[in-house]
């Protein structure tokens, strides 16, 4: 289990491999080793997850479809710091999208899923406005 920290009122991650993730529920979003399965959403696919946000419609299947549309649709969320979990390994968009980022002084990380979902749980857990990009492929 990957939360140490209680984080009201947000999603945060339990556990995760390379082919999924489960996420703690917003309501039940307390330090403990006895959760229940109704208590915890598994998510496969690319997913946005933001406070009680969770997103899969619209979004690129795998993360070689990163592009600049994808940066704008994660712009319509309030959040300060975007963690973009690549799958199993670190990767990178293209140096046009990147320059895009840059150009926009955004603030979006890049590195594997599961730095990724520990780096949310960190964040969340200080309220910081965090929203996070999950890819399985």
Do not use: W
């Amino acid at each position: 289990m990957l939360q140490l920290e209680n984080i009201e009122n947000a999603y945060s991650f339990h556990s995760y491999d390379d082919h999924s993730a489960k996420l703690i529920k917003p309501d039940s979003n307390t330090h403990s080793h006895s959760l229940k399965d109704n208590q915890l959403l598994e998510i496969t696919s690319t997913t946005l997850i933001y406070k009680e946000l969770i997103m899969t419609k619209d979004l690129p299947s795998s993360f070689d479809e990163f592009d600049e549309n994808c940066v704008k649709e994660l712009l319509k969320q309030d959040a300060d710091i975007f963690l973009i979990g690549t799958g199993q390994n670190s990767r990178f968009p293209d140096k046009s999208v990147l320059q895009y980022i840059a150009k926009n002084k955004l603030s979006m990380d890049f590195m594997n899923t599961g730095a990724a979902s520990r780096t949310f749980n960190i964040l969340a857990s200080e309220s910081r406005k965090v929203a996070a990009l999950i890819f399985f492929k």
